[in-house]
């Protein structure tokens, strides 16, 4: 396990273990102390996130499930809001927004969330070959890592990609059908 491996599998532990010291302190006196060290370890998560998002596929499986809870909270935000008032189209248009913010949560919890089950409840795509090809796409504002075995491109993390694209040797993998990450490789003999 690498050491971003551990600080990605350290998040939901920390989420959760900082919850509960929310929860038990905000009724004393240490409730500022509490906040402080909690708000200071969140950006400090934050930032790593920001900056080794692709260096493990802990950090890739938590950031989609973030993700997905992110998408939920969104649309239980919308929970606590009350019916528009005013003309009908007030009305209308207060309900139309309504509809927009529940679409688009649900829109992110599903797309994630369906990455997530195919990656982990369902059968991984096993390929078995040489490493043709390896590249870093720019298409986005953060590259993504890039391989080509055996005429099929997968996802890998950096460390991987850099290994895979100095070497290119023979490998087998075993790749999520719904994100297309490597999850596990072995190294074969040339």
Known sequence: MTA????????WPFVVLATLAL??????????????IVT????AYFVLVLFFDKSSVIAVNDMHAFLVLFGLAVVGSQL???APRGSWRDKAKGFGAMIAIVLFGSLIAWFFGRM???DHMTSR????GRVDRAWRSTGRSRAEYLVRIAGQSVKVTEPIYE???????MVRVEVGRGSNYVYEIEYLAN
């Open 4 to 11: 971003a491996d551990f600080i990605a599998a350290c998040f």
């Open 23 to 36: 929860l038990r302190a905000r009724k004393i006196a240490a409730f500022p102390f509490v906040l402080k």
């Open 40 to 43: 200071a370890f969140g950006v």
């Open 80 to 82: 606590r809001v009350p």
């Open 116 to 118: 997530l089950v195919l």
């Open 125 to 128: 795509l096993v390929i078995e």
């Open 163 to 169: 290994r895979l694209e100095k070497f290119r040797p």
